[in-house]
């Protein structure tokens, strides 16, 4: 049997999952007239498009999805959305809802006084009103007929003592955790009809990896019993290892203002003026994440790193050899145990060595000789990262006469970003050593502005191989580019 879905809808959703199996649409359509009559206002295409996806239902008559996921920037109307679904389901349906938060008792009585805007403005609904409780961490209404929404803030027991619910809803979902979920999903179990629904804008770092399993999951050849619809200005898929792949944006595109936000494109809110100040109140970065649905990248699960093991592998090459002027780093790590010399010399990069003893040893003692070594035979600076613990050594190096390159930290973000292009792009070859092979799994990044750096905070293993291979490779390019860079 076939379904006939919304026509298109503008702007188009980035990501757009209709569950498989749906059959009907009845009951989104009796939801959304429900809504639109008592609290008077209109859905816009967008809008009514993901109640669809929500309530769509199987030949069985349950739900076709089990779980959905609804993502676009803030103040975009996702709280008009899940308010359609909860209400029809407290009325016409008695459903047991459990609407949680991330931890801010206040949003969860925003979302209760909500409600109780559309249910006590009109003496149908009003009537139906057994009891309600207004009270901090406790906020519920509870109909005659049964049906029964609780408000709660997630917490690791948030939702211990409630059971049987037919419907989850997991509000500023950009924010939950897996500890959350586990304390929460139980509470679905026995009920043959529960549908999780989980809403939010883009992912942020260190805060979304829940989130970004949705999304994933959305983007997947085989997401299962899973809607989803998320407005956004990035083109994100999968590679060929399921490894998310997000391309650029360029944030200055007023049509991908429009792109991103329904509300925008439906005359909704200030309009275009808003986003005018915004764009100039925010930084970049900010304006693209809050205002253009533009997630920060996923987290680095358990064998994925930034750069992902299979464009690293694809550049390793056991016969490649410096080719051209070879140009020099110097990395410490910040507990000084480590220290890492890189050369790069055209699209080749190493620790620097001898064949048998490469030059990623403990302590500093050696460095400053074998700098001075290297500079001697094959002349050139050697680039030190200013403020980076390497920098501790400058005085050093220069009482030895080494010509030092001080590499800004703006300078330093720039190489960050043209080496892992390099990379994706295979235009690096390396020989396959162990410490930056296992610095380059271990690597973690930090933002700077709208770049970013490599980060020896959050990283898992001592970072000062890539880190110099990293400043040798720009260094070896901005030669290639611009002849006389050095002198």
């Avoid at 930290?409 to 690096?428: I, K, P, S």
């Avoid at 390396?430 to 933002?447: F, N, T």
């Amino acid at each position: 049997m076939s379904i006939s879905w919304l026509p298109s809808v503008e702007p188009a959703a980035g990501i757009l999952v209709r569950p498989g199996g749906a059959v009907g649409l009845d009951e989104a359509e009796a939801a959304i007239s429900l809504w639109e009559h008592y609290s008077r206002k209109r859905l816009d295409p967008a809008q009514r498009q993901t109640v669809e996806v929500v309530m769509a239902t199987d030949a069985g008559g349950r739900w076709a999805a089990s779980t959905t996921g609804r993502c676009e920037p803030r103040q975009n109307g996702k709280g008009d959305e899940i308010e359609v679904v909860e209400l029809h389901g407290l009325v016409q349906r008695a459903e047991s809802i459990l609407h949680t938060v991330h931890d801010a008792v206040l949003l969860a009585s925003q979302a209760q006084q909500r409600m109780l805007g559309v249910i006590e403005g009109h003496p149908d609904l009003r009537r139906l009103i057994k009891r309600k409780w207004l009270g901090t961490g406790q906020q519920m209404i509870e109909l005659r007929n049964g049906g029964t929404i609780w408000y709660r803030t997630r917490t690791g027991g948030g939702g211990r003592g409630v059971d049987d619910i037919d419907r989850l809803v997991v509000d500023e979902a950009q924010y939950a955790a897996d500890e959350h979920l586990a304390a929460l999903t139980p509470t679905m179990l026995v009920n043959e009809n529960a549908q999780l629904n989980a809403l939010g804008s883009a992912g942020i770092e260190g805060k979304s990896a829940w989130w970004w399993q949705m999304r994933i999951r959305a983007l997947g050849a085989d997401p299962g019993r899973l809607g989803f619809v998320e407005h956004t200005a990035e083109m994100v898929y999968l590679n060929s290892a399921g490894v998310p792949v997000q391309e650029p944006v360029d944030g200055a595109d007023r049509s991908l203002w429009f792109k991103a936000n329904p509300a925008l494109e439906a005359g909704r809110g200030q309009g275009l003026e808003f986003f005018e100040e915004q764009y100039r109140r925010l930084d970049l970065r900010s304006f693209c994440r809050e205002h253009l649905g533009v997630w920060d990248p996923p987290p680095s699960p358990e064998g994925y790193s930034v750069i992902p093991a299979e464009a690293w592998g694809a550049c390793r090459d056991k016969r490649s050899k410096p080719a051209g002027p070879m140009s020099f780093a110097l990395d410490v790590s910040p507990d000084r145990s480590w220290s890492s010399i890189a050369v790069g010399a055209g699209r080749h990069v190493e620790i620097t060595g001898d064949g048998r003893v490469f030059d990623h040893r403990r302590g500093t003692d050696w460095v400053v000789p074998r700098v001075k070594e290297l500079q001697e035979r094959w002349g050139g600076r050697v680039a030190v990262a200013k403020g980076s613990p390497a920098w501790s050594l400058r005085d050093e190096l220069e009482a030895a006469r080494v010509d030092v390159l001080a590499v800004s930290t703006e300078e330093h973000a720039q190489a960050c970003g043209d080496f892992f292009d390099a990379v994706m792009e295979g235009h690096v070859r390396h020989i396959g050593q162990v410490e930056l092979d296992a610095a380059v799994v271990g690597a973690d990044r930090r933002y700077y502005g709208d770049s970013w750096l490599w980060s020896r905070l959050k990283s898992s293993v001592d970072i000062s191989p890539l880190v110099a291979v990293t400043l040798a490779h720009w260094v070896a390019q901005k030669r290639t580019r611009e002849p006389g860079f050095l002198f």
